[in-house]
């Protein structure tokens, strides 16, 4: 049995699944970063498993990939910073508590 | 490398990579769910080296270990003592959004896993190649998509430091809760 | 000068227009009457000018409103016309034929007389010129009603007589009871103008026009067969409907019985205008209309008795009768005379209700004459009120007696007045009353035969023998009347030191007393009246000196009984020794005001009831309902809006979830790839 693109599929499925619970869930914004990180993960290994199956010749998957990498920086980079201004003003970094519209 | 051995680094892999990130959603202790989040990036990037993407393994560990997973625990050091340990780390929507999770998982993979896709992969390429190739295509054809990505890059940059700043044209309110990491 | 009888309603508009604007300026009010006065006098000699006489009446006529246009494309579609032909247009006008004439003249001179009487009697009221704003506007509306020769204008003018009534009576608006009282003659008479309204839409949807003559033809084809009624009546109901509609609302106008009760309230309006109104003119336009309309009663569909024409006479002699007994319990003088007028309305439906020619003339006899000894009978009341005005209730008959000393022009005229409304030989009350019961029992086979269509012979004989116990009865209350306010001492104070009106106010008095002695005999001799009525066509002779002699006999009886009982003044009025039982019936207004005010009254305030408890409990409680629903609608969906990111994320992912589902459960309903197999495939091809 070899491992075919189904197989990685299903695993950027259920990575995926596990990242969207982690943002779901979790009430401390810094793991809910985490869940997206996880979902980004998925998305990028869905992304190259179809490169290397089915257009190994080509480059979007590739480009697409370097893509979700800065999209995954910038948004650790604002997550942070977002983070801290909401420990700042709510004084406390659970997303669940910091339900006001209006800071 | 035979047949066998691939099918077994897959799934040890899978293993290393579906476990850790079951760990990240369940720890209580949200660091040592960071730190969970470490061999679950590595697992990725083996998948990558078996995807050949070679670039990206390298990638996978400069930019997602070396950089975001250490952002990511600078901000649960930063925050951490604030969080009661005590306190539930899960909130209310768990009886949910486990069932809707697994729904949209079983369901993607069903049917991923029900579709005719071609048994091995169509071709091979060499690994500098690839590389050069892709830099290459990023300062060619894909120009324009990469410098968006670096403004977005940059934009999120100086986003992160406005937002970080401490306000302080605001006039200095006694309720405000001073940020420990402005003190330090 | 034929065109400028045109001018017979215009002038006292143009009057009432003047005295409206001193009214509201409150400027130089007491030349109000100088204004109508003039105007009324002006009509009044127009129409002297223009005596009917045996050509074509005298007419002058200006289109109004054209109701149906007869432009080709509106009338194209044959829908919007409903049936009425195009070009249908009412006509606004004069007509001066004898029985208008007649009509114009009564109005026209009891107004005028009541004008010239009020200078006296509201001399200390305020809102002078406004009461003779109103006066001219009801002579306008009366003279529009009565020169009318189509229904819209017969229609137009009943509505605004009918609003000047409720105007005048609710002189005294401040006084909750006249205020009441206004409110109470406006709505009742709603109810018959109800029914004459539906009567006049029902003729002229058959007749397609408003004019008289054209509506008596298109009813004579129908009752011959040569035209067909279309829409929700048959030939035959229509026949019998379309008069009886018009007499309900004779009978709310000339308060008949049951829709009486407005009239005795009516009271509260200045004694003046009860004298104009409420005796003379306006309650007579029923009677009027009914004469006018008489042929409708007439013709019966294969020369059948009227069946129409037994309910007009069983309807007067019933009131007649009813209203007669009435008036001989009541002591409000004023009550006394509302009553009287009431039962006179009553023999003057019985007079119509001969039908045909005969009718008609002695219906419109009883009417002139009537109105000349009525609006005297009033003034005088109205005289002796004013004299008593300090009194703590000045009407009351058992605070007056001996005024005929003090007052005795008024006591005079008053004793005339009561003599010719009793029926005293040779004045005018006895013949107009000898004249409808000659031709009531002659229809009935007495006293001679006659011929032609009409009532049946027992209807006719019933309500001619009810005729003569009303004379009888009318005999007895007037005679009470004037004893009890004139004869005898003064039984207060007031009436003790009473003085007598001035001129302004006794000449009119005198100027109808003549007429009230001299009008029956000068226009019953040779048949005077009824040759003039028919157009110079002389009626059949109805004198019977048999019948002459009886009614005289009555008459007399019922005077010396009623002088028996009175002129000794006995302290208990001998009225309340009556057996008990009928002395309830008649004091309790034979329970009709009961019947009204606890059957109809009260029905209809539990029916609103009901439906305000409907209201409340169910539309508005559905229309709470649905705010309600919303309301916990949206207190379900602010639930939802909780600004918990997560939460929004969930129902993301769950919709995304349900978005795939579907989409497979599509697929394989199908069984062909849909689009999510189509997405993969896009990728594979590639």
Request: charged share 10%; with cysteine.
């Amino acid at each position: 049995m070899t491992v075919g693109l189904s197989h990685y599929l299903i695993l950027g499925a259920a990575l995926f699944g596990l990242g969207a619970l982690a943002a779901i869930t979790r009430r401390n914004a810094v793991a809910v970063l985490m869940g997206v990180e996880l979902m980004l993960n998925a998305a990028n290994l869905n992304f190259l498993a179809f490169w290397r199956y089915l257009t190994p010749q080509g480059m979007e998957a590739q480009v697409f990939v370097i893509i979700g990498f800065t999209v995954a920086a910038a948004e650790a980079a604002l997550g942070l910073a977002v983070v801290l201004n909401l420990y700042r003003d709510f004084g406390t970094v659970n997303v669940d508590e910091a339900s006001g519209l209006k800071g | 490398m035979s047949t066998l051995a691939v099918m077994g680094a897959f799934l040890a892999l899978t293993v290393l990579t579906l476990f850790p990130a079951i760990m990240v959603i369940s720890t209580r202790n949200v660091l040592h769910a960071g730190f969970w989040l470490l061999p679950c990036l590595i697992g990725v990037a083996g998948l990558y080296a078996m995807l050949d993407a070679h670039f990206f393994v390298v990638a996978q560990v400069l930019v997602y270990i070396g950089a975001i997973l250490v952002l990511i625990l600078f901000s649960l050091m930063l925050t951490r003592d604030v969080m009661n340990p005590k306190a539930p780390q899960h909130n209310g929507l768990v009886g949910v959004a486990v069932p809707i999770c697994a729904t949209m998982s079983a369901i993607c993979a069903l049917l991923l896993a029900r579709h005719p896709w071609p048994a091995g992969p169509v071709a091979a390429a060499g690994a500098q190649d690839q590389t050069v190739a892709l830099g290459r295509a990023l300062i060619g054809t894909y120009a324009l998509p990469f410098e968006a990505a670096s403004v977005l890059l940059l934009a999120a940059l100086v986003g992160a430091i406005v937002l970080a700043k401490a306000p302080q044209s605001e006039p200095p309110a006694a309720e405000r809760i001073e940020c420990p990491g402005g003190e330090k | 000068m034929t065109s400028a009888i045109g001018l017979i309603p215009i002038l006292p508009v143009a009057a009432a227009a003047v005295a409206g604007a001193l009214a509201i300026t409150r400027k130089a009010e007491k030349a109000a009457p100088l204004f109508t006065l003039a105007a009324t006098l002006a009509a009044c000699a127009l129409a002297l000018m223009n005596m009917p006489g045996a050509g074509p009446a005298p007419h002058v006529a200006a289109p109004w409103v054209n109701l149906i246009p007869t432009d080709a494309a509106l009338a194209a579609p044959p829908g919007p016309t409903h049936g009425l032909p195009p070009g249908l247009s009412v006509v606004v006008g004069v007509t001066l034929d004898p029985l208008s004439w007649i009509m114009v003249l009564v109005v026209c001179s009891v107004s005028a007389l009541v004008q010239i009487y009020s200078i006296g009697y509201m001399a200390a009221e305020k809102g002078y010129a406004r009461y003779y704003c109103y006066l001219a506007l009801f002579t306008a509306s009366m003279l529009g009603l009565v020169t009318a020769d189509n229904l819209f204008q017969l229609y137009v003018g009943w509505e605004l007589v009918g609003i000047c009534s409720y105007l005048l009576i609710g002189f005294w608006w401040f006084k909750p009871s006249a205020a009441n009282a206004a409110k109470k003659a406006f709505v009742v008479t709603r109810f018959g103008d109800v029914g004459f309204m539906l009567g006049v839409l029902l003729l002229v949807s058959v007749a397609q026009s408003f004019k008289f003559t054209d509506v008596f033809t298109a009813y004579q084809a129908v009752a011959d067969g040569s035209l067909a009624v279309h829409g929700l009546f048959s030939a035959q109901t229509f026949l019998w409907l379309a008069p009886l509609l018009l007499l309900c609302g004779a009978i709310g106008k000339s308060a008949q019985f049951p829709l009486h009760v407005w009239l005795p309230d009516a009271m509260e309006g200045p004694t003046p205008v009860s004298a104009l109104i409420h005796a003379a003119t306006m309650v007579a336009a029923g009677v009027y209309m009914v004469a006018r309309l008489i042929l409708l009663f007439t013709v019966q569909a294969g020369g059948g008795a009227g069946a129409a024409l037994d309910v007009v006479m069983i309807l007067g002699a019933v009131t007649a009768l009813i209203a007669a007994t009435i008036a001989l319990v009541q002591v409000d003088i004023k009550k006394v005379m509302a009553y009287s007028t009431i039962s006179q309305l009553g023999y003057m439906m019985v007079g119509l209700g001969v039908g045909g020619a005969t009718g008609q003339v002695a219906g419109m006899f009883h009417l002139v004459t009537h109105a000349c000894f009525k609006a005297l009978l009033f003034l005088t009341a109205g005289s002796v009120i004013h004299a008593l005005h300090h009194a703590k209730d000045p009407n009351d008959m058992r605070g007056m007696g001996g005024l005929m000393r003090r007052m005795p022009h008024t006591a005079i005229t008053c004793g005339i007045g009561v003599l010719a409304l009793a029926g005293f030989p040779l004045l005018s009350g006895f013949w107009s009353k000898d004249a409808i019961l000659a031709v009531a029992l002659q229809r009935a086979g007495l006293f001679g035969h006659a011929a032609g269509a009409g009532p049946h012979a027992q209807v006719a004989l019933a309500c001619g023998v009810a005729g003569l116990v009303a004379a009888f009865l009318t005999a007895v209350y007037s005679a009470r009347m004037w004893l009890m306010t004139f004869w005898g001492k003064p039984r207060s104070d007031e009436a003790a030191h009473a003085h007598e009106s001035p001129a302004v106010m006794t000449l009119p008095l005198w100027a109808l007393a003549i007429p009230s002695v001299v009008a029956g005999f000068l226009l019953a001799r040779g048949e005077r009246f009824a040759t003039f009525v028919l157009g110079g066509e002389a009626g059949p002779s109805h004198e019977n000196l048999a019948l002459s002699i009886a009614a005289s006999a009555i008459a007399l009886a019922g005077l010396g009984l009623g002088a028996l009982l009175y002129a000794r003044c006995p302290a208990v009025d001998p009225v309340t020794r009556l057996p008990r039982p009928v002395y309830a019936l008649f004091s309790n207004l034979w329970y009709v005001d009961a019947f009204w005010s606890a059957g109809v009254a009260r029905g209809s305030l539990a029916f609103g009831r009901a439906v305000a408890w409907f209201d409340r409990n169910v539309i508005d409680a559905s229309m709470h309902g649905v705010a309600w629903l919303v309301q916990q609608a949206a207190q379900g969906m602010r639930r939802s809006v909780s600004g918990q990111t997560q939460a929004y994320a969930v129902v993301l992912v769950a919709g995304a979830v349900a978005v795939v589902v579907l989409m497979t459960l599509y697929e394989q309903a199908v069984g062909s790839p849909g689009p999510a197999a189509a997405a993969a495939g896009w990728m594979v091809r590639r």
